[in-house]
């Protein structure tokens, strides 16, 4: 197996990986159409992260400890319920990360990164009761080469916002995807997120990726565990 190795440009907090593309890059190495990534530790930058197979399970790990783990999920429920982009990209402007962003470097949804994403998910009707975000991304040619991890990093911090980040400071603990169609770089797309439930230090939520016309490209449920915000100051 090839090493998990998480660019610097690929960050969440300053100092560790973006959640979503650590685990979509570890996912791409297993052949599956739906695959579950359980985050065991910070994501090292810029360190190649040996990757063994034991029992089915793709391991990555860094200074002989686990960093995380990748296994054959289903993943068959109702995706997140689309949004029209002029509506996703209405919702931006009401983006809680504008007022207060717990981890501004983020290359997903960060406000200090010209680079990133900048996937700002704003409020938009709830469904079935439950909480629920949208935002347009256009990929540039920048992230055409990893197209597959970056997508995984577009459905992550939607779920997070979703499941009001901008209150409860979270990490991604595990995170389960299917990409049917990778998105077109240059083109508008809609990336949807649910918040479902909290439980104790737990919420769940869900994602889902969208082309301008409204197809399902990916969807994605998401496990995150509320931290002690000292842990990141």
Same mark, same amino acid.
């Given at each position: 197996?090839?090493?998990?190795?998480?660019p610097?440009?690929?960050?969440?907090?300053? &100092?560790?990986?973006?959640?979503?593309?650590?685990?979509?890059?570890?996912?791409?190495?297993?052949?599956?159409?739906?695959?579950?990534? &359980?985050?065991? &530790?910070?994501?090292?930058?810029?360190? @190649?992260?040996?990757?063994?197979?034991?029992?089915? !399970?793709? *391991?990555?790990?860094?200074?002989?400890?686990?960093? @995380? #783990?990748?296994?054959?999920?289903?993943?068959e429920?109702?995706? !997140?319920?689309?949004?029209?982009? $002029?509506?996703?990209?209405?919702a $931006?402007?009401?983006?809680?990360?504008?007022?207060?962003?717990? %981890?501004?470097?983020?290359? &997903?949804?960060?406000?200090? #990164?010209?680079?990133?994403? #900048?996937?700002?998910?704003?409020? *938009?009707?709830?469904?079935?009761?439950?909480?629920? *975000?949208?935002a347009?991304?256009?990929?540039?040619?920048?992230?055409?080469?990893?197209?597959?991890?970056?997508?995984?990093?577009?459905?992550?911090?939607?779920?997070?916002?979703?499941?009001?980040?901008? $209150?409860?400071?979270? !990490?991604l603990?595990?995170?389960?995807?299917?990409?049917?169609?990778?998105?077109? !770089?240059?083109e508008?797309?809609?990336? *949807?997120?649910?918040?479902?439930?909290?439980?104790?230090?737990?919420?769940?939520?869900a @994602?889902?990726?969208?082309?301008?016309?409204?197809?399902?490209?990916?969807?994605?449920?998401?496990?995150?565990?509320?931290?002690?915000?000292?842990? %990141?100051?």
């Amino acid at each position: 197996m090839p090493d998990l190795l998480v660019p610097r440009r690929f960050c969440g907090p300053p &100092s560790s990986g973006n959640g979503g593309y650590t685990a979509g890059a570890l996912a791409a190495m297993v052949d599956a159409p739906a695959v579950s990534v &359980s985050l065991l &530790s910070p994501p090292p930058l810029d360190t @190649a992260m040996p990757v063994e197979v034991v029992d089915g !399970v793709s *391991v990555a790990s860094a200074g002989g400890a686990p960093v @995380a #783990r990748a296994e054959v999920a289903d993943l068959e429920d109702a995706a !997140v319920d689309p949004v029209p982009v $002029e509506e996703a990209r209405t919702a $931006e402007a009401s983006y809680a990360g504008l007022g207060s962003h717990p %981890f501004p470097t983020c290359f &997903s949804c960060g406000t200090a #990164r010209d680079d990133g994403l #900048r996937i700002f998910p704003g409020r *938009v009707a709830d469904q079935d009761g439950q909480a629920r *975000v949208a935002a347009t991304w256009t990929p540039d040619d920048s992230v055409a080469g990893d197209l597959a991890a970056v997508t995984w990093a577009a459905l992550d911090c939607v779920g997070g916002w979703a499941g009001d980040l901008a $209150e409860r400071l979270m !990490v991604l603990a595990r995170m389960t995807a299917r990409i049917d169609v990778l998105p077109q !770089v240059g083109e508008e797309h809609v990336v *949807v997120g649910l918040g479902r439930r909290t439980e104790g230090r737990k919420t769940f939520t869900a @994602a889902a990726l969208y082309d301008g016309s409204g197809r399902l490209l990916g969807r994605a449920e998401h496990l995150w565990i509320a931290v002690d915000p000292a842990a %990141f100051a």
